[in-house]
């Protein structure tokens, strides 16, 4: 295989689209090692702060803070945002408190409170005691909300205009105001108490008439979000109905802040990457981690696959006087078992998929079911005839052939049922179908197919 570093520019490229290159790297830490403050600065000026939040990603803790003091007043707030959690505060620590001060001032509520609401006390309070007073009770009436609700999902800064305004005196206010959002959609109008009517985006905005009403002009998808609603409930609802921006009511129907649709698509991302990890059994973890903590995270659920493996063996050893009349069992054993896990880990993921989208739900279950179940059954029938026939050929033993052909049958049907059925179950139970499925899902399949097999065998060869 060819050496990247030797490869055209164009192929690196389109190899590795928008990755920080490993010539980034290696000169920032070139510039760290020679303490040369300047080349550090030139070489990070034109990165993204994603970019530089995956340098320090890539960086060990002494390089890394040897950069972060190296790079001083030049530390951008959104380099912070886009830091991976498990090092965030980290580099927080290694701030200085008048950068740190100048980095957050620089961003939005939201964005503050994502920063905050991870962090021990005392960084928290350092945070909170680099912003100015208004800044700093907004925040902390953000944090009294729920912890993954909305009103922590929420930016403060909200554009709103009363309902009876036409678009030139919104366009008037708008120029003449000091303190607008970076980034905003939507004029939100709102009546005499502040609640929100409707909103009108911005392209409307500037297309219409200055004498026209915003009320004539506000969009049919407006919907408010609870502060107190799931924010896993407000990315579906982004989602599910193609939103860009919706503001945010508290218990009365009054505005309080504002959801945008970069902050719901980090949710949705956050969600899917949490369910991929909860589906291996490895949690909340991070390539950043140190040794201890990917043991402490690994280790309960390993322990449980071991409890698993034991009740499969368990069952192996009911049919100890099987396997000592026909060896040849205990070859063909493995094919039966993985077979069956395989084909119910499939289904397993597509259920909790389904679930987490909302796709699967109680009016379409069992249809869902009966589909596993007939693919199962299908695939079943289909690999009967080929181990069937292998372990003919291998053994020059045809019921040992019908043995393991009916086996597999029976294991992939209740691989296709275990796979839908078990996640169900663990969501009516209230548990997260991606933190359990795998662990049932696989000793569902193991049992029976270890059982079957053996069973079959004691029945039709002995």
């Known amino acids: 295989m060819a050496d990247p570093e030797t490869l055209p520019e164009a192929e690196r490229l389109e190899d590795d689209a928008y990755a920080l290159s490993g010539e980034t790297v290696r000169a920032a830490r070139e510039a760290v090692e020679a303490g040369d403050a300047g080349a550090l600065t030139a070489l990070m000026a034109p990165l993204h702060p994603a970019d530089i939040a995956d340098l320090l990603e890539q960086l060990d803790e002494g390089a890394r803070h040897r950069l972060i003091d190296?790079?001083?007043?030049?530390?951008?707030?959104?380099?912070?945002?886009?830091?991976?959690?498990?090092?965030?505060?980290?580099?927080?620590?290694?701030?200085?408190?008048?950068?740190?001060?100048?980095?957050?001032?620089?961003?939005?509520?939201?964005?503050?409170?994502?920063?905050?609401?991870?962090?021990?006390?005392?960084?928290?309070?350092?945070?909170?005691?680099?912003?100015?007073?208004?800044?700093?009770?907004?925040?902390?009436?953000a944090l009294a909300f729920p912890e993954g609700s909305a009103g922590r999902l929420m930016q403060r800064e909200v554009v709103t205009a009363p309902e009876h305004w036409t678009v030139g005196e919104a366009i008037d206010f708008m120029r003449a105001s000091l303190d607008l959002p970076e980034q905003f959609y939507h004029i939100v109008l709102v009546d005499p108490r502040f609640r929100p009517v409707g909103h009108v985006t911005l392209g409307k905005v500037m297309a219409a008439d200055r004498v026209t009403r915003l009320a004539d002009l506000t969009e049919p998808s407006f919907r408010t979000i609870p502060a107190d609603q799931d924010e896993e409930d407000v990315a579906y609802a982004f989602n599910q109905y193609h939103l860009i921006s919706?503001?945010?009511?508290?218990?009365?129907?009054?505005?309080?802040?504002?959801?945008?649709?970069?902050?719901?698509?980090?949710?949705?991302?956050?969600?899917?990457?949490?369910?991929?990890?909860?589906?291996?059994?490895?949690?909340?973890?991070?390539?950043?981690?140190?040794?201890?903590?990917?043991?402490?995270?690994?280790?309960?659920?390993?322990?449980?696959?071991?409890?698993?493996a034991i009740l499969a063996s368990i069952v192996i050893s009911l049919f100890e006087d099987v396997l000592a009349a026909v060896v040849a069992l205990a070859?063909?054993?493995?094919?039966?078992?993985?077979?069956?896990?395989?084909?119910g880990t499939q289904s397993m993921t597509v259920a909790v998929r389904a679930l987490a989208t909302r796709d699967l739900t109680g009016s379409n279950a069992w249809r869902v079911i009966r589909r596993e179940v007939g693919a199962g059954l299908l695939n079943g029938l289909a690999f009967a005839v080929i181990v069937g026939i292998v372990g003919l050929i291998w053994f020059g033993m045809p019921l040992l052939g019908l043995v393991i052909a009916l086996a597999m049958v029976v294991n992939l049907v209740v691989a296709g049922l275990a796979g839908v059925l078990v996640p169900l179950a663990l969501d009516k139970a209230g548990i997260d179908p991606a933190l359990a499925s795998g662990t049932f899902v696989t000793t569902v399949t193991d049992v029976v197919g270890f059982f079957a097999f053996l069973g079959l065998a004691a029945v039709i060869l002995l």
Do not use: K
């Not at 991976?84 to 939201?110: F, K, T």
């Not at 070859?331 to 084909?343: C, D, Q, Y």
């Open 246 to 308: 919706a503001p945010v009511v508290d218990a009365s129907d009054r505005l309080v802040g504002v959801i945008t649709i970069d902050d719901a698509m980090i949710v949705l991302a956050e969600e899917n990457a949490e369910d991929l990890l909860l589906l291996a059994g490895v949690g909340d973890e991070s390539i950043s981690d140190r040794t201890l903590e990917i043991v402490r995270r690994r280790f309960p659920w390993l322990l449980v696959n071991l409890g698993t």
């Open 331 to 343: 070859v063909l054993m493995p094919i039966v078992a993985s077979m069956g896990g395989n084909a």
């Open 70 to 141: 190296l790079y001083g007043h030049e530390f951008d707030g959104d380099i912070l945002s886009e830091l991976d959690d498990s090092i965030r505060e980290d580099v927080i620590a290694a701030l200085s408190p008048a950068v740190l001060g100048e980095a957050v001032r620089e961003l939005e509520s939201d964005d503050v409170v994502d920063l905050l609401e991870n962090l021990d006390a005392p960084q928290q309070a350092a945070i909170l005691e680099a912003l100015e007073r208004p800044e700093r009770l907004a925040i902390e009436r």
